[in-house]
Structures are given as C-alpha cells and as structure tokens.
C-alpha cells in the first residue's frame, strides 16, 4: 500500500524515500524511511557511513544483509561502525526505518558497548528482545511516515534514557572527528578534551567500538567515497582529502570496502545519501592536519 505522505519524500529506481520534517528529539539521531517499489528483487552493496545504522522492518517483504565476513541476517537489524560493505537485499516491497546513530547517542539508545558490534551487523531482537516484533506491528499499522518516524523517535527515547552514557570527553572527540572531516591529529584531540592519548584511546575505543585513529580514516573514508561518486578524481580526492598520495587513498578503500575508488564511485547507494541524509556532512576539503 502507498501512503499518502505529509514529509518530503524522493524516489530511486528501487524505493520511495522519505524525510521527517522535523529533526529528532534526541541528539545524534537521523532517520529516513524506505519503501520498496513493487516485487522486484533488490540487491545492492552498502558503503558504510560513519555512523551506528539501525533498519526497523515492516509491511510483507523481507530484509536480508550478508556482512562483509558473509554472514547473513534478516528482519531488522543493526549494524555497529565500520562492518566493511554489506550486501543488501529485499523482496516484496520491503518498507523500513532507517536510524543514523552517532556513537554517543548509539551506546545509550543499544545498551551494550559499541565495541561489541564492531565491524558486525546483528539482528536487532538480539539487542532489544521481544520490543522490537511491536515495533515493527505499530510501524506496519501506522498510516503515514511522521506516524512512523514519532513511533520510532519514543522507542530510542526510552531506550535512551534508560541506556549508559557516553563520557563527554568522548563525545568531544567524536564531533571533532566528524568536523574535521578525519584530519585532526590524535594527540590534538587528547588535548582539547584534556585527557592522556593513552586514556583517550582506552575510553574512546571501549564506548565508540574503534579507536581514534581508527574512526578518523572511517569518517575520511566516508567524505573521500562521497567525493568519488561525485565525479572527483581518484586522484584530486587524495590530494584534497589528507591522503599522502592515490596510492594511500587506494589502500584506505581497499581496507575499508574490498574495491577500488573507481569501483567505489559507482556504488548507487552514495546518491542516495543525498536523498535520504540530505543533512551528512559534506565531503569537502578540510585544512587540519591528518591524524597520526
């Protein structure tokens, strides 16, 4: 069934998108919803975001990814930093709930620490049990998506204010991560939040799932795949981005991903980032240093 949508909405060949026309409630939290088009299969590879990804299902089609390491999963399902490039595929017209988390509203809204997901991508009953089979029946009955997106934006909310924090010093970090599009310099960070590198990397890796280091080359990763699939050279991206030469931003891709830059450019799922996360920061030149 097509819903008659009051949030902005675009289309890709494969779904129909939409946007909340409000930000949410809670902090660090971005959503989109998706529609299937009609019962054609879809199968696509993920390029993953810097962000923790939640996708809450719903209607008679079937959401399946296959995470890098090749396993598979179905339903709804969350998906920790960096899990490498996901393939992705539905039948039937799937609809769901896409949730961008940012590490410090992701450890509080999960309740378990973010190292644990890392690299990996769960079933979401795995983490919120029972919870989530009434979730997906309330966003199946519900006939709009700001119904959908206001289901969704309680459900985090009470996880949230139930879950552990995040220390501020480590979510310090982060944005300054994120700002610097992956340019600051590790020992820079530690001391704009006051802590030892060594504190910083203990406290940030146990509650973020990646060290320092680690989420930086993630969020340049991120800005560098977008400029490619922008039309960017392989090699004004690594000249612009903080990569020594293009042979340094190949391996970067290439431990990310499994592909080249020029293979990454093509992936369909980038454009749709500027559809469904018209707000992500964009992959722009950044003047800090490059972290060591």
């Given at each position: 069934?097509?819903?008659?949508?009051?949030?902005?909405?675009?289309?890709?060949?494969?779904?129909?998108?939409?946007?909340?026309?409000?930000?949410?409630?809670?902090?660090?939290?971005?959503?989109?919803?998706?529609?299937?088009?009609?019962?054609?299969?879809?199968?696509?590879?993920?390029?993953?975001?810097?962000?923790?990804?939640?996708?809450?299902?719903?209607?008679?089609?079937?959401?399946?990814?296959?995470?890098?390491?090749?396993?598979?999963?179905?339903?709804?399902?969350?998906?920790?930093?960096?899990?490498?490039?996901?393939?992705?595929?539905?039948?039937?017209?799937?609809?769901?709930?896409?949730?961008?988390?940012?590490?410090?509203?992701?450890?509080?809204?999960?309740?378990?620490?973010?190292?644990?997901?890392?690299?990996?991508?769960?079933?979401?009953?795995?983490?919120?049990?029972?919870?989530?089979?009434?979730?997906?029946?309330?966003?199946?009955?519900?006939?709009?998506?700001?119904?959908?997106?206001?289901?969704?934006?309680?459900a985090l909310a009470r996880r949230r204010?139930?879950?552990?924090?995040?220390?501020?010093?480590?979510?310090?970090?982060?944005?300054?991560?994120?700002?610097?599009?992956?340019?600051?310099?590790?020992?820079?960070?530690?001391?704009?939040?006051?802590?030892?590198?060594?504190?910083?990397?203990?406290?940030?890796?146990?509650?973020?799932?990646?060290?320092?280091?680690?989420?930086?080359r993630l969020v340049r990763f991120d800005?560098?795949?977008?400029?490619?699939?922008?039309?960017?050279?392989?090699?004004?991206?690594?000249?612009?981005?903080?990569?020594?030469?293009?042979?340094h931003l190949h391996r970067e891709v290439?431990?990310?991903?499994?592909?080249?830059?020029?293979?990454?450019?093509?992936?369909?799922?980038?454009?749709?980032?500027?559809?469904?996360?018209?707000?992500?920061?964009?992959?722009?030149?950044?003047?800090?240093?490059?972290?060591?």
């Amino acid at each position: 069934m097509r819903v008659a949508e009051p949030a902005p909405a675009a289309a890709t060949p494969w779904a129909e998108i939409a946007r909340p026309t409000r930000p949410s409630r809670l902090a660090g939290v971005t959503v989109a919803g998706f529609q299937g088009r009609g019962a054609d299969v879809v199968d696509y590879l993920a390029v993953p975001p810097p962000a923790v990804m939640l996708a809450v299902e719903f209607g008679d089609g079937r959401l399946v990814v296959e995470d890098a390491a090749g396993r598979e999963r179905r339903g709804s399902l969350a998906a920790g930093l960096a899990p490498g490039a996901a393939r992705v595929r539905a039948r039937g017209g799937v609809g769901c709930v896409q949730v961008r988390l940012a590490p410090a509203a992701a450890l509080a809204v999960l309740g378990v620490p973010l190292v644990e997901l890392s690299h990996t991508v769960v079933t979401l009953e795995d983490l919120w049990g029972r919870d989530v089979a009434r979730i997906e029946e309330q966003l199946h009955q519900a006939r709009s998506w700001e119904h959908r997106f206001g289901i969704i934006d309680a459900a985090l909310a009470r996880r949230r204010d139930a879950g552990p924090p995040v220390a501020a010093e480590v979510a310090v970090a982060w944005q300054r991560i994120v700002t610097s599009s992956g340019q600051i310099r590790v020992d820079q960070l530690a001391g704009e939040v006051g802590w030892s590198r060594q504190r910083l990397w203990s406290r940030f890796h146990s509650q973020v799932g990646l060290t320092p280091k680690r989420a930086a080359r993630l969020v340049r990763f991120d800005r560098a795949a977008h400029r490619l699939a922008a039309g960017a050279s392989p090699a004004r991206v690594a000249a612009e981005g903080g990569y020594a030469d293009q042979s340094h931003l190949h391996r970067e891709v290439r431990d990310f991903v499994e592909m080249t830059p020029t293979v990454v450019a093509d992936q369909p799922w980038l454009a749709v980032d500027d559809v469904a996360w018209p707000d992500h920061p964009p992959a722009v030149p950044s003047s800090a240093a490059t972290v060591r």
